[in-house]
């Protein structure tokens, strides 16, 4: 095994925990009044479709539906999305997972983030926690309909993160198939994260390897160097 040179995460279920489902879509609902842009009057139905990940087909046919542009529909979306994950941030239910202190230990290891999620979401999140500068860069999402074109299973946003950083070997880590997809398309080992949201997920891809924890991810990349 060629020695591990740098660190890419995924951001949501790596990093920092996941807002359940129904959780996500009762804030988004509470959160319509204040971002609401005049004349779009979403109702339960389609705010519960756009909390979740939605395709540009789907975001298309909503707004054919309540006569706005795709554009205007999606700046709610994720403009709601935003407040909400933000809001989760500060209440302490979106929050980092104890273990990134363990990536301390990798302080000679470039680390970056490759994340569907908004950039302006993560990096508040980074902030709001004080870990921002634990990271050389960060690829998300901008809030535009175009950037669902971007988001893994394409390999664009760890691509952009390992040109970032200059290194050669990147290991990625992610927690869904996607994430998975996206190392093998960008040409990256990839470990899997399993933690309590997808402890029982079956996969379809074989990712290189299986983790539980930042803990045993610090131990591939130092395990990976070869004994001078
Ligand atoms: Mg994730």
């Given at each position: ?8 995460l ?5 990093l920092?925990?996941?807002?359940d489902?129904d959780?996500?879509?009762?804030a ?8 609401e842009?005049a ?5 339960r139905?389609i705010v519960t ?21 795709s ?39 470039p680390?970056?983030?490759a994340?569907n999620?908004?950039?302006?979401v ?18 998300a ?7 669902l074109?971007?988001k ?5 946003f ?6 970032d ?8 880590v ?16 990839v ?6 949201h ?16 930042l803990?045993?991810?610090?131990g591939?990349v ?7």
């Amino acid at each position: 095994m060629t020695a591990y040179d740098s660190l890419i995460l995924d951001y949501d279920g790596v990093l920092v925990t996941v807002l359940d489902s129904d959780a996500r879509t009762e804030a988004c609902w509470r959160a319509v009044d204040a971002v609401e842009p005049a004349g779009l009057a979403p109702d339960r139905d389609i705010v519960t479709t756009l909390a979740s990940s939605v395709s540009p087909e789907t975001v298309r046919e909503l707004s054919d539906d309540l006569g706005v542009s795709s554009e205007t529909l999606w700046r709610f979306r994720d403009n709601m999305l935003a407040r909400v994950l933000t809001d989760a941030a500060v209440d302490g239910q979106k929050r980092p997972y104890p273990d990134i202190d363990s990536l301390a230990a990798l302080s000679e290891v470039p680390l970056a983030i490759a994340s569907n999620n908004q950039r302006r979401v993560v990096e508040h999140i980074l902030d709001e926690y004080e870990f921002a500068d634990a990271f050389e860069t960060v690829h998300a999402r901008e809030p535009c309909l175009d950037s669902l074109a971007l988001k893994k299973p394409e390999p664009t946003f760890l691509e952009r993160a390992r040109e970032d950083i200059g290194t050669r070997n990147p290991l990625y880590v992610g927690d869904k198939e996607k994430d998975i997809v996206a190392a093998q398309r960008a040409g990256m080992d990839v470990a899997f994260m399993r933690r309590d949201h997808n402890r029982t997920r079956s996969l379809e891809t074989t990712p290189t390897h299986s983790v539980t924890d930042l803990d045993e991810v610090v131990g591939l990349v130092t395990e990976s160097v070869p004994p001078t």
